[in-house]
Every structure is written in structure tokens, then in C-alpha cells.
Nanobody, 114 residues
Framework: QVQLVESGGGLVQAGGSLRLSCAAS????????MGWYRQAPGKQRELVAS???????NYADSVKGRFTISRDNAKRMVYLQMNSLKVEDTAVYYC????????WGPGTQVTVSS
């Protein structure tokens, strides 16, 4: 059974940091481009960071310079280091492939207070 489970969210003050983790089971992600997405209340889900199977990364302009995506293929994990958090980063964060989405996980709530 293919499953993605995100963790690491929480409540943090503006300027703080969080590290999100995504655990993949039932699938080998080594050859898969992966991304972190977020969905704020009343807004559509958006891609904020991506990493190719080769390790190349890309970021949305809104998080560039503050977020870092990484992966550990052996552990089937994808990470998102978030620094200098802003109130507007508040959202539920998800990981998934960039194409041919897997079933979405529960996500992890990130709340940034002012």
C-alpha cells in the first residue's frame, strides 16, 4: 500500500524555523521527482519546493532563500527545512510526486504567529 506521511509541523513565531519530514512507504522514490506543497485556508494547493531524482532543486519565489528541500532515498524520506518563517507560510504542508500524484497524505499543519 502506497502511503505518504508528513510530520514536523507546529506553531512557531515569525522568524522561527521548522523541519518537515515526509515518509514514503510502499514505493521506491529513488527515481521520482518529489515536491512539497502547501494549502492555506481558502486557497488552492501550491507547489513550494521540488527536488529531482538527481538532486536538483527548485523553489517558489515566495520561499526562495528561506526553504531547503532535501531527500534521503535510502530512507525513502523527503525533508523541508523552513527558516525565517512568515505569517503567510501558515498552511497545511504535503509531499507528493511532481507528476502522477500518489494518494495524498494527511499533511502537517504549520502555523506561524506574528
Amino acid at each position: 500500500q502506497v502511503q505518504l506521511v508528513e510530520s514536523g509541523g507546529g506553531l512557531v513565531q515569525a522568524g522561527g524555523s521548522l523541519r518537515l519530514s515526509c515518509a514514503a512507504s510502499g514505493i521506491i522514490i529513488r527515481f521520482t521527482d518529489m515536491g512539497w506543497y502547501r494549502q492555506a485556508p481558502g486557497k488552492q494547493r501550491e507547489l513550494v519546493a521540488s527536488i529531482t531524482s538527481g538532486g536538483s532543486t527548485n523553489y517558489a519565489d515566495s520561499v526562495k532563500g528561506r526553504f531547503t528541500i532535501s531527500r534521503d532515498n535510502a530512507k525513502r524520506m523527503v525533508y523541508l527545512q523552513m527558516n525565517s518563517l512568515k505569517v503567510e507560510d501558515t498552511a497545511v504542508y504535503y509531499c507528493n510526486r511532481l507528476q502522477y500524484f500518489l494518494p495524498w497524505g494527511p499533511g502537517t499543519q504549520v502555523t506561524v504567529s506574528s
